[in-house]
């Protein structure tokens, strides 16, 4: 197995490939911030891969960029066949994608390697930190995903199995396609990007390969790229983009769980992406007017007008079915090499049960599958629930008793609400201990990454707990206050408590 330790940072070559499809405006000064780097000349090539461009790109870049090699495609490929092969042409041992809109500080490179080689053994693939063009907003600080292969661009945190931010050599699930860095053999040894995903979540997928094979990806926050959000991928419409996310999301969990897993974790997916296809075509589907005993069918024309977006998602099943004889070759390759459980690796995802769309109805449908299908029965030895237990100042004794009551069951965040020392973090023996205000954007976050919210009668007056479609226990009467859709409990010793931490959704009405 390749890795980066014993490689002197100033010997490696590097080859950086940007891929371009008719951005020549963007790819100026993306090329133009490159000239600036402080990494060695001489251990540097850059290659543009001109995806079939016809705003003059090949052309611009021979006039004003002579030192960057072009390998010019006749049609768009999608990024993932673009990246690929101007990763088989690269003469670096390592090679370093970037996007086209993308622009790079000057030390990013040396950062890039300095994230590697904190990883360890076997660590391969090195992440950037990626932020907004104006630097004020981070895009990408860190990765997650949930079971059903829909990767975030940051890492949970706070929690015991991550208290606090990932640093340098922190392991991450995947790093965005759009700048990181891989060793070049390793990269063509899995694979690369999977060229039947075209587009968006190759990464996700690259990187749960990468760590089933037996590899390392790794988070490198120093090494920094500006990013214009978007700008190549927004000239396609929101429908194409969400046909190639489902579908890949479904790809990456076929090709990468184990046997057993796959099946149901494939079955719920499925389910859910219909569940996503109805409900984002708004009133344009009444399900009264599917039940038999509905009423009178005035629709002549037997035709539903669904929103592109709601299409969107039954196309993505049909694209996977189109593809689905490359789709289980490369699932056979990838679980005959296989060298890391499932149980090795769920703990990368950080958002297990993260919902992948709004609402009540949404949530509950994705808790009747994980109960049917038993799927917490595959993550709950090695990524438990996440259970925030919330409390006011008064109460912290009382917090922490059932923080430590909890742990065994559930990883533990305690949080103190509107207390001193807020914003502070701390180690506590199996559970995290916050002192946060009721308005930090913070403790939003917590609440959004809990599998459950326990909570207090003295602190139940959150306005948020109100809004959230987390499940909620109180533990009190509930005669001062009362949050729909709360379970109420009568004391820490209730044993729906502990149900609650175990398995998602128990006992909320």
């Not at 360890?120 to 907004?132: D, H, L, P, T, Y």
């Not at 038999?292 to 592109?308: C, I, M, Q, S, T």
Request: aromatic share 8%; glycine share 10%; with cysteine.
């Amino acid at each position: 197995m390749n890795g980066s330790s014993g490689e002197a940072t100033e010997m490696r070559s590097v080859s950086i490939v940007i891929p371009t499809f008719n951005g020549l405006a963007l790819l100026r000064e993306c090329l133009d911030a490159l000239r600036r780097l402080s990494y060695p000349r001489d251990r540097l090539e850059i290659t543009v891969v001109d995806n079939g461009s016809t705003d003059g790109t090949a052309q611009a870049l021979q006039r004003s960029y002579p030192s960057v090699k072009v390998v010019r495609l006749e049609t768009n490929t999608g990024f993932a066949t673009a990246c690929n092969r101007g990763a088989s042409e690269a003469a670096g041992a390592y090679v370093a994608f970037l996007n086209n809109d993308a622009v790079a500080d000057s030390g990013w490179i040396e950062s890039l390697f300095a994230g590697l080689d904190a990883g360890g053994a076997g660590a391969v693939c090195s992440a950037s930190m990626i932020r907004s063009k104006d630097g004020q907003e981070v895009e990408f600080s860190g990765a997650s995903s949930n079971l059903f292969g829909a990767g975030r661009p940051v890492s949970v945190w706070g929690w015991p199995d991550m208290p606090e931010p990932p640093k340098a050599g922190s392991s991450l699930l995947f790093a965005s396609g759009g700048a990181m860095l891989v060793h070049r053999s390793s990269f063509l040894k899995v694979g690369g990007f999977d060229p039947e995903f075209f587009a968006y979540f190759e990464d996700v997928d690259l990187g749960w390969r990468l760590w089933v094979l037996g590899y390392k990806v790794v988070y490198a926050p120093d090494a920094v790229v500006r990013h214009a959000g978007g700008a190549t991928g927004s000239r396609s419409g929101i429908h194409r983009r969400y046909t190639l996310w489902e579908c890949n999301s479904l790809a990456t969990i076929l090709k990468n769980y184990e046997e057993g897993s796959m099946e149901r974790v494939l079955s719920a997916a499925l389910l859910l992406q219909y569940k996503r296809a109805l409900m984002s075509a708004g009133d344009a589907v009444k399900s009264e007017e599917y039940a038999l005993a509905g009423p009178r069918d005035d629709n002549a024309a037997n035709v539903e007008r669904l929103p592109k977006v709601s299409v969107a998602h039954l196309a993505a099943i049909d694209r996977l079915l189109a593809r689905l004889p490359h789709f289980m070759e490369e699932r056979r390759r990838i679980q005959a090499a296989r060298l890391r459980s499932d149980t090795e690796i769920l703990p990368l995802l950080g958002g297990a049960w993260e919902p992948q769309f709004a609402g009540t109805e949404y949530a509950d449908a994705a808790r009747t599958l994980a109960s049917a299908l038993d799927l917490y029965g595959i993550t709950r030895e090695v990524a438990p629930n996440r259970v925030l237990v919330l409390v006011a100042p008064a109460e912290e004794g009382r917090g922490e008793a059932l923080a430590v009551r909890l742990k065994d069951d559930a990883l533990v965040a305690f949080a103190v609400i509107n207390g001193e020392q807020a914003g502070s973090v701390e180690r506590e023996d199996g559970y995290t201990r916050h002192r946060l205000q009721a308005e930090d954007p913070a403790l939003r976050t917590m609440v959004s990454q809990a599998d459950a919210v326990i909570i207090f009668e003295g602190a139940a007056q959150l306005q948020l707990l109100a809004e959230t479609d987390t499940p909620v226990a109180v533990i009190g009467t509930g005669g001062a206050v009362r949050l729909p859709r709360a379970l109420y409990v009568s004391d820490m010793g209730d044993a729906l408590l502990v149900g609650l931490c175990r398995t998602p959704g128990v006992g909320v009405a």
